[in-house]
């Protein structure tokens, strides 16, 4: 039983052009989400969160998205660079209870200069 | 500077070999965690820890054993190594539930 899904195993972008990755999750109970990088031969580095209280979040180039009604994140990448060029996990967790984070399988992204 | 620090990088055990995968972090988090990724999958939680003399298990325990005696040591143990724990491991922590969590650079066994 897969609760956090990325349905996109890999996705190729132009460089300048605008990356979006997707991820749903099933329990409701997820409250926070992020997202984890990750380079070869590298643990996942973290990019970037949000709350369920919010539907956006921004930091520099990175916007995530949640839309908890449809049960579903995006992370959007723009302007897309060569160095982005990584495999992208989404978590979730909860703050409260015992649920631990959940990641999915992750979406490798490959960005063409 | 340090975050989280995981030993050894690189691995080769025999089948039916023990090890201890160790994991030290320096953040002073409550939380610390052990993953394994396969090949073309997503993380998947071996054994957590809410703070030092508590662990539980995650989706996938068997073959592996934990102990946090203190607050920045979580080390994994392998009992009678087998092919299907040839992974890559990756040891966390977060300060709480809820936080960010923060990953070590990843141990590489093969079991063969």
């Known amino acids: 039983d897969q609760q956090v899904k990325q349905n996109s195993p890999s996705l190729s972008v132009q460089e300048g052009r605008i990356s979006i990755l997707n991820c749903d999750y099933t329990?409701?109970?997820?409250?926070?989400f992020l997202w984890y990088k990750k380079y070869p031969a590298e643990g996942p580095t973290f990019l970037i969160s949000i709350s369920s209280i919010k539907d956006k979040n921004e930091d520099g180039r990175f916007t995530v998205f949640l839309n908890k009604s449809a049960k579903h994140l995006s992370l959007h990448i723009v302007p897309s660079q060569p160095g982005d060029s990584a495999v992208y996990f989404c978590?979730?967790?909860?703050?409260?209870?015992?649920?631990?984070?959940?990641f999915g399988t992750g979406t490798r992204l490959k960005v063409l200069a | 500077n340090a975050g989280v620090t995981q030993t050894p990088k690189f691995r080769i055990l025999k089948i039916g070999q023990s090890m201890t995968l160790q994991c030290a972090q320096d953040m002073n988090h409550n939380y610390m965690y052990w993953y394994r990724q396969d090949p073309g999958m997503g993380l998947k939680l071996i054994y957590y820890?809410?703070?030092?003399?508590?662990?539980d298990k995650g989706e996938v325990p068997n073959g592996y054993n934990v102990s946090r005696s203190t607050t920045e040591d979580f080390p994994l143990r392998l009992e009678l190594a087998a092919p299907s724990q040839t992974s890559v491991y990756f040891c966390?922590?977060?300060?709480?539930?809820?936080?960010?969590?923060?990953f070590g650079e990843g141990s590489w066994l093969t079991v063969v």
């Open positions: 978590a979730a967790s909860t703050t409260s209870g015992t649920y631990k984070y959940i």
């Open positions: 966390a922590s977060s300060y709480r539930q809820g936080n960010t969590i923060y």
């Open positions: 329990n409701s109970m997820f409250d926070y």
């Open positions: 820890s809410v703070g030092a003399g508590i662990t």
